[in-house]
């Protein structure tokens, strides 16, 4: 069974310009989750989405958005870029949006200059 | 709010000794608890869970983590502390309906 798959996993970005990254998860799993790791901050969530819906939503600017698709597929926006946005994301995929445990992508190391 | 509490930002060990890594969690429910590891640039693997099935859970990697009600604590341990189980460990708590809550991570570092 394939894993998580994150794309890209890694990007280079100017500030201002906006980015998508993108998350497959694993077959059969309808929850999408992100996450926002920096050394100073940790892993913060971001939004988690269940058969296309957003069921929650961390505490971040709506510069940060997200959806998903029928076929589970997620995506994460970031419109105007700023420097703090360097982080590596998370993407992390569960059978339902319950005590289930999660598994995790390799993420995308985003890079704002 | 829910948290969790990792006591240790780093714990070294030599190789071949006992590791213990400590949790806590503040959850007023009955919590589902998780043990991820993170190595450099990688993504997180889970370790094990524990769903109240039973209060010692073995995990991957010949870890396994003990909850105790009493104590709100989910230690992880290991016998034997091999060289490739240097990484960052992370405690996590998820509430039915709720997003992850991670702990604050522990750096592992085994010395030779």
């Known amino acids: 069974k394939a894993g998580v798959t994150q794309t890209p996993r890694y990007l280079i970005k100017t500030r201002g310009q906006q980015v998508t990254l993108s998350c497959s998860p694993i077959?059969?799993?309808?929850?999408v989750s992100w996450y926002q790791q920096t050394p100073g901050q940790g892993l913060q969530f971001l939004f988690e989405?269940?058969?296309?819906?957003?069921?929650n939503k961390g505490n971040f600017p709506g510069r940060f958005s997200g959806r998903q698709f029928s076929n589970s597929r997620s995506e994460m926006n970031v419109s105007t870029l700023e420097l703090g946005d360097s982080a590596l994301y998370l993407c992390?995929?569960?059978?339902?949006?319950?005590?289930?445990?999660?598994?995790f992508g390799q993420g995308t190391r985003l890079t704002v200059v | 709010a829910q948290s969790v509490t990792q006591l240790d930002s780093h714990v070294s060990v030599s190789e071949g000794t006992p590791v213990l890594l400590r949790c806590n969690y503040s959850?007023?429910?009955?919590?589902?608890l998780f043990w991820y590891v993170q190595h450099p640039n990688k993504g997180l693997q889970l370790l094990l869970k524990?769903?109240?099935?039973?209060?010692l859970v073995k995990g991957i990697n010949g870890f396994e983590a003990e909850f105790k009600k009493s104590e709100t604590s989910f230690h992880l341990t290991k016998p034997s502390a091999h060289m490739s189980d240097a990484a960052e460990y992370f405690c996590?708590?998820?509430?039915?309906?709720?997003?992850?809550?991670f702990g604050p991570g522990t750096r592992l570092s085994v010395l030779p």
């Open positions: 959850s007023s429910y009955s919590p589902s």
């Open positions: 996590v708590d998820r509430n039915y309906g709720q997003n992850f809550v």
């Open positions: 077959s059969g799993h309808r929850s």
């Open positions: 524990y769903t109240s099935a039973a209060t």
């Open positions: 989405y269940f058969s296309e819906t957003q069921r």
């Open positions: 992390a995929s569960s059978l339902e949006s319950g005590k289930t445990e999660a598994f």
